[in-house]
């Protein structure tokens, strides 16, 4: 049984392990539209220092073009930084379910054979996970504190919208027509043979 509390700070240490990757891919994103915002703020400044040399479809379109970049460039951030996301939960859920089956097959096994080798070993292993589950937490909080510094107060908060979804006209169903089934030639000898 005591296999139990080392998988309790093995779960501890993939969750804060976990939380330390979800920090870092909110600091990537919140940089990211850092930039973006001050992409944005220079091109303005720029488009607004040179519009009396441009003709005005030009300027129309050079801030049409920068619209559309930012806009493509916004949901990009979104979409990869939710997809590392989902990645992240997925590995942190599966690794804990991975060292619950582990544990409890352990105990399975000890309780069955009477042997507590292993858990003898958890036992001795156990005070090192504590000193990595230690760290592992710092470690989550210093990257905390970097991804909210990262962000800053002026973020740009910009959602991705969601494409408008395919709508189909819908079509008449087709009843299916009943056929009799033709009879193969291996129950027609059946048939024949049994007659």
């Not at 129309?60 to 970049?69: M, P």
Request: hydrophobic share 45%; proline share 2%.
């Amino acid at each position: 049984m005591k296999s139990k509390s080392l998988s309790t700070v093995t779960c501890h240490v993939i969750s804060a392990y976990g939380n330390t990757a979800s920090n870092v891919i909110h600091a990537c994103r919140a940089g990211g539209e850092r930039v973006v915002g001050l992409v944005d703020a220079r091109w303005n400044s720029a488009l607004k220092q040179s519009r009396s040399q441009l003709a005005t479809g030009v300027a129309k379109n050079a801030d049409a073009v920068h619209q559309v970049l930012q806009k493509y460039t916004l949901q990009g951030l979104t979409l990869t930084s939710g997809g590392a996301q989902g990645v992240v939960n997925q590995i942190v859920k599966l690794a804990d379910a991975g060292v619950m089956t582990v544990a409890h097959n352990v105990d399975r096994f000890e309780d069955k054979t009477g042997v507590n080798v292993l858990s003898s070993v958890a036992q001795v292993a156990l005070p090192g996970a504590l000193a990595l589950s230690n760290l592992a937490q710092q470690i989550e909080q210093k990257s905390a504190t970097l991804a909210n510094r990262v962000a800053g107060e002026r973020v740009v908060k910009v959602v991705a919208k969601r494409s408008r979804s395919v709508v189909r006209k819908t079509r008449p169903v087709v009843k299916a027509v009943a056929r009799p089934v033709k009879k193969t030639a291996e129950k027609a000898a059946g048939a024949v043979v049994a007659a």
